[in-house]
């Protein structure tokens, strides 16, 4: 078959991991005979430097034409970086959000893992990570806070800043149905995380959530606080399967399960929208201390890409070949800088990407 | 000196452990010669008992006539507690809300550290924690979005829910001053705490910290987003002296770093307003499911009223006294259930607090 996939390469190491996981879709194209045919979009610094703005109406449009699209990293912390051509409320980040807003990404998926061979980089203690753990973080993406109306604005001579948290039944709903369905696919169980003893959005948000999951009676629904959740995920991470939240909520635990896997450079991450479209990107930023020197981990990057395959393109074996292939090469003793350990063999960014396409 | 003290009890644990450290502040009266006049007040289920309400204007003028108030835990947990009887939107989270806005305590302190003694229960790798940490959080506690204006409506049939989020220069202004006073007594560094790569509230927020910053040349000022600090408390807690942030970032973040010192029965934490005044409280919760079983940890509690002779009472000697016979019972062995480990002795509530206040 053939399919048409969008690129963004992203800023910092963005375009080095993104190399990678062409090369390891090129391998999937061979063996199993399709054909993509890649669209190079622009965001984020690289967009600014072509058109002095991180995100254009161009991108948007050819982004739709697309079946998917796989990113890089997108983000620039350097002085240097072309971010800073821009005042921060115009930055990249704007990018971000406004084609998540533009494409109607709303549902977030951001797996957390434990891997077996990657256990010595887990930063907890042996015993709470001996069960192991593995969970989904279901975030909505483009509700809440960070899209809500904000102003700046004097008062008396003082200045004050608002911003507006805003959610609606239909919003919750959608991605409530979103988390059950992926539960039921996985150990059927769902951690709402609210805050629903202080904010009106998290009370409706618990009620709409437990509307839809009366539709689901094979899926045990509980509910935590934000607070306790973060809590939660240092002392005892084995407990939770789907956990499923608001935007910042979202934005905020996942990075923190991320951290807690030790493994942030292997976790990926799908953004979809109510048809089969979805943005692909790896969890992590985009590190420019390392960009350009062949170090970077493109594993969360090839995996993001075998998340396309599954829930895009419908291409779910192929999708499993990949996920197969990353865990040979760990069982194969390769690893890149960030999760090198004694008794492996440290390879670049290349030569990893290499390694995963040759065991397709 | 003659002091008059407010003594909320609160639900679950919380009177047993205040009672202990009540014991201990009457063996600092009777060493130093001070006279401490207790005043109970209600709130949470003690309140909602009495008067069907979580808090009383009572409680509030009868605080405001004390120097300090110490209080338990506030919460209730099983369906069973007074909490129940209210609808969600009218529960004592309100109570908690309403005395914090009340008496103006808008700086809350939480520090979290690793106890030397106590490292076997800190979540962390040996590696992490090799270093030891010692931070203390400055959360700002009677603005953001837990105090902003919310609806629930139906808008052409569907149900919204709006909160808001909103801080003003002086709001902004007073913590940050708090923050820096406090790290001039301690190693001079301030992180502060924000989302200003896309929140109108954090950029202001930023703005201030940095006006602020320049009265204090000898500290050393950082920014970070939050999903960041989610990550580094986890991976990296020893880079932070205090941390400065928004009542609801300060709410999850302190959490996550009071777990991840793996001693929260041992934390305490301070309400403080622009006078002496203050409200000190375990930073833990009211764990119903061991209350009224002697098994509770008082410590916190006795660390609190450590820090309300400090920060209220001006006792400095005295709450020096208090820490370090703290100190002096973790080195003796003792511990109570939830930080007790092998060749310890393991106490109950009542014998922690005897011991502690023994060693006066
Ligand atoms: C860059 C920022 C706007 C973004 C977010 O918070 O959504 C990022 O942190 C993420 O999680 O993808
Ligand atoms: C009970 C709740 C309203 C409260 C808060 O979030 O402020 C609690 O979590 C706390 O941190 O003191």
Redesign the interface.
Known sequence: MNYKIGVISGDGIGPEIVREARKVLDAVCKKYEHEFTYTDLLLGGASIDVHGVPLTDETIENAKKCDAVLMGSIGGDAKTSPWYKLE??K?P?AGL?GIRKALNLFANLRPAYLYDELRAA????DD?SAEGFDMLIMRELTGG??F?A???EE?DG?????????????EIRRIAKRAFDIAMKRRKKVCSVD???????S???R??VEEVAKDYPEVTLSHMY???C??Q???NPAQFDVILTEN??G???S??A???TGS?GMLSSASLNETKFGLYEPSHGSAPDIAGQDKANPIATILSAAMMLRYSLDLDKEADAVEAAVRQVLKDGYRTGDIMSDGCTKVGTKEMGTLIAERL
Chains 1, 2 share one sequence.
């Open positions: 921060p409320s930055r980040e959000l887990c930063p907890l203690r709470i806070l960070y809500g904000r102003k700046t008062i003082v200045r004050t800043a608002t911003d507006t948290l805003s959610y609606n039944e239909n805050k629903a003893n202080v904010l009106d959005s009370r409706l948000w009620q709409v934000v607070d306790n973060a809590m995920l240092v002392m910042m909520f934005d905020i635990l990075d923190e991320s951290m807690v942030i």
